[in-house]
T-cell receptor, first 114, second 116 residues
Framework: GENVEQHPSTLSVQEGDSAVIKCTYSDSASNYFPWYKQELGKRPQLIIDIRSNVGEKKDQRIAVTLNKTAKHFSLHITETQPEDSAVYFCAASPVTGGGNKLTFGTGTQLKVEL | GAVVSQHPSRVICKSGTSVKIECRSLDFQATTMFWYRQFPKQSLMLMATSNEGSKATYEQGVEKDKFLINHASLTLSTLTVTSAHPEDSSFYIC????????????FGSGTRLTVV
């Protein structure tokens, strides 16, 4: 099955700096890669996703890059703000015709310091 | 947008009792429901996948007789933790996926289970 690795496990940045979180996956059949932000005790919130037919996607301060050959994808947050502090998870899903199983990375605790 | 309602949000039960958690898709048909468990400071681990009208598929290491899943309709899936023990205390969360929603995953709000 799919195995998703995520680094770093913790990340501290100064407000205004950029943050980068990296993930690798093992299943070449995976072609959907979402990123989630989870606050304590809450459900994961989708912040951005990318599909394998594109290499990069951007939404305001958030961007995701995908390298299918190397099987890795990254989340980039620019101009970080204190409210960006949370746990971030990457995930990967293969195409199976519907009912696709989503495998999560191990998570990154991001702390944005004033 | 798509909404999945999950209840209860918190439950405390005694060891040996059973607890039922419900997830309802409010505005779409949830062809597939995924059940995850999340221990403190850990990732979401998939427990099982259920498709409406058929038996759930459990991940390796998850006891199907302990975690009973029912997906009797396209809008309701339930997870029953039977004979709960303190080690079952965790955050349980469902995620719905519909065949007509390309790659879409909608998460419930989660259930914090504490077994005392």
């Amino acid at each position: 099955g799919e195995n998703v690795e995520q680094h770093p496990s913790t990340l501290s940045v100064q407000e205004g700096d950029s943050a980068v979180i990296k993930c690798t996956y093992s299943d070449s059949a995976s072609n959907y890669f979402p990123w989630y932000k989870q606050e304590l005790g809450k459900r994961p919130q989708l912040i951005i996703d990318i599909r394998s037919n594109v290499g990069e996607k951007k939404d305001q301060r958030i961007a995701v890059t995908l390298n299918k050959t190397a099987k890795h994808f990254s989340l980039h947050i620019t101009e970080t703000q204190p409210e960006d502090s949370a746990v971030y998870f990457c995930a990967a899903s293969p195409v199976t015709g519907g009912g696709n199983k989503l495998t999560f990375g191990t998570g990154t605790q991001l702390k944005v310091e004033l | 947008g798509a909404v999945v309602s999950q209840h209860p949000s918190r439950v405390i039960c005694k060891s040996g009792t059973s607890v039922k958690i419900e997830c309802r898709s409010l505005d779409f048909q949830a062809t597939t429901m995924f059940w995850y468990r999340q221990f403190p400071k850990q990732s979401l681990m998939l427990m099982a996948t259920s498709n409406e009208g058929s038996k759930a598929t459990y991940e390796q290491g998850v006891e199907k007789d302990k975690f009973l899943i029912n997906h009797a309709s396209l809008t309701l899936s339930t997870l029953t933790v039977t004979s709960a023990h303190p080690e079952d205390s965790s955050f349980y969360i469902c995620s719905a996926n519909a065949l007509d929603r390309d790659y879409g995953y909608t998460f419930g709000s989660g259930t914090r289970l504490t077994v005392v």
